[in-house]
């Protein structure tokens, strides 16, 4: 389920700018007023908690803006402030495997069997093994996260998924269709190329990321574990406008776990963008080629997305946990880029691509959807639904009854609370979608999900 934070913010602090205005004939992007007057309409709009966005012209001008709250207790919303950046995390990824293969250390086109822990099978199909290329263009016909994810705490969905289920889940795992056959967006696979890649150099996932690439670009307020001044700074996760929990990836790192801010991502983006000067610039480059076709105009490259628009590209990955949601993209001709950090389980990708790009336009507002009228329902029947229901063997929807009502959480997503329309039927304010409970012979048997014009039964599995 995507959701889509409705209730207005009550207070935001003042817009944050700070910049140098080079020349006019220079600019690509608006200047700081007109970059405010996005963010700004997009807190008090109620879309968001609070938003940071930096760009970088050609020049190597930046200007950052800030605007809303960083949460209860925390450092006012800034450059400084600290977010998590989600999947952002798997260009990342992508970089160490080209760094690593520009040393010779692996081949793009080698089979990740070789690299596996002693006893572990990756699964192949009919004769093909998965390569590292495979893993970093979602195309390793690896699903996009593993059947055997049971988190103990929904809020922190991530954190007690070890290693040893990891090569479990592998080792049992049968391909559904062929390697490479079709792109597929997988966490899995790209957790599993930063775990590979972090043992085949001897080194834990982040001290891999430290030594190849935040340390050579003085990225010093970037990483996984929040070091205290990063702590000092951390923006609060915000979902249905309540702060939320951080996400912990110990297993799946590559593919989500990184911590930044906006100057060091500017600083990541300008890294990408020009002549290289570093062979850490040139790996840089070989991640950005396309490899293949990923679907809605986009190409894939080693994790990053590249959206087609005629003679124009925009290279670009954007980042969700359970109360940020992040991107970065930039325009490799033009030699500009874009970072937007929210704080916020509500996406602001069109922010960046509009920015980097007008002819994409920025999303409406939401339109009022159907009033919906909360009635009052007895405890005993609520329980009645408690489980979990099966969309697929890798989504499943986890359905609780907290202290405040009946609230459900899809795999990998935040919870949220559920309110009674009828005996059977629930909505969320969050976003317009429903839940529809299914009683056969006096048994709960399934949920339907209704969102978006489609009706999805998903059977209740426990």
Known sequence: MKSSLLCRIARVTPAFVLGILGPVEAQHFPDEAGLVEIIEARVDEGRATGIVVGVVEADGTRRVVAYGEAGPGARPLGPQ???????????????LL??????????????IQAYAHEGVTIPSRDGRDITFIDLATHRSSLPRLPANMTPADGSNPYADYTVDQMHEFLSGHSLT????????????????????LAATADMEYEGLLRDRILGPLGMDMTGIELTPEMLEWLALGHAEGRPVSNWDLPTLAGAGAIRSNVGDM???????????????????????Q???????????????????????????????????????????????????????????????????????????APQPTEERVEIDLDREIMARYVGVYELTPQFKITVTLEDDGL????????????????????????VDAQTTFVIEDGEVVALILHQGGADQRARKVN
């Open 177 to 196: 269709r062929d390697i490479g056959s079709q792109y597929e967006y997988s966490n899995l696979a790209v957790g599993l190329l930063g775990h590979l």
């Open 407 to 430: 609230a459900v959480q899809a795999t990998g997503q935040p919870q949220f609370r559920v309110f009674p329309e009828s005996e059977t039927k629930f909505f969320l304010r969050v």
């Open 81 to 95: 402030s600290v977010f998590e950046i989600g999947s952002i995390s798997k260009a990342f990824t992508g970089i």
């Open 290 to 364: 396309s490899l293949m076709e990923a679907g809605g105009g986009n190409d894939v490259a080693l994790n990053w997305h590249i959206l087609k628009l005629e003679d124009d590209r925009v290279i670009w990955h954007n980042g969700g946990t359970g109360g940020y949601r992040t991107f970065a993209g930039f325009d490799p001709e033009r030699e500009v880029g874009v970072v937007v950090l929210t704080n916020s389980n509500e996406g602001a990708d069109d922010i960046g691509f509009h920015l980097l790009n007008d002819r994409i336009p920025l999303a409406p």
């Open 98 to 111: 080209a760094e690593m293969a520009g040393r010779g250390e692996v081949r793009l086109e080698a089979p």
């Open 266 to 288: 500017l600083t990541f983006l300008e890294a990408n963008i020009g002549e290289p000067t570093s062979e850490l610039e040139e790996a840089m480059r070989v991640s950005h």
